[in-house]
């Protein structure tokens, strides 16, 4: 049973700077695709990046140079730096993941959220003007 937590959301000023993270359970290696969403209210599930075994790392076009996704297989946590946070960065952001490597058939973005596999709960993230 795979399971994420995530965690690292909270408040901050805009040009602030976040780290979120993800921990893993249960979840192999081998080949993978783990990814970050993010949901603002009455928006749908917004797709920011995504790393994967072949590919590595893609990003979507609002984050690209602001934010940096990161795994650490060693410690089963997946990280997402999140730097100049701008409002339009608020909501809440999920951690997903699936058994397999998804990147090369989405590029330049990452994969959307239907090709995932399993999801965490969740951690806010609001950022004030």
């Known amino acids: 049973q795979v399971q994420l937590v995530e965690s690292g959301g909270g408040s901050v000023q805009a040009g602030g700077s976040l780290r979120l993270s993800c921990v893993a359970s249960?979840?192999?290696?081998?080949?993978?695709?783990m990814g970050w969403f993010r949901q603002a209210p009455g928006n749908g599930r917004e797709a920011v990046a995504a790393?994967?075994?072949?590919?590595?790392?893609r990003y979507a076009d609002s984050v690209a140079g602001r934010f940096t996704i990161s795994l650490d297989t060693a410690k089963n946590t997946l990280y997402l730096q999140m730097n100049n946070l701008t409002p339009d960065d608020t909501g809440m952001y999920y951690c997903?993941?699936?058994?397999?490597?998804?990147?090369?058939?989405?590029?330049?973005?990452?994969?959307?959220?239907?090709?995932?596999?399993?999801w965490g709960q969740g951690t806010q993230v609001t950022v004030s003007s």
């Open positions: 790393i994967d075994s072949d590919v590595g790392a």
């Open positions: 997903a993941a699936v058994e397999r490597e998804l990147i090369m058939s989405w590029i330049p973005g990452p994969p959307p959220d239907y090709e995932y596999d399993y």
């Open positions: 249960g979840y192999s290696y081998s080949k993978y695709c």
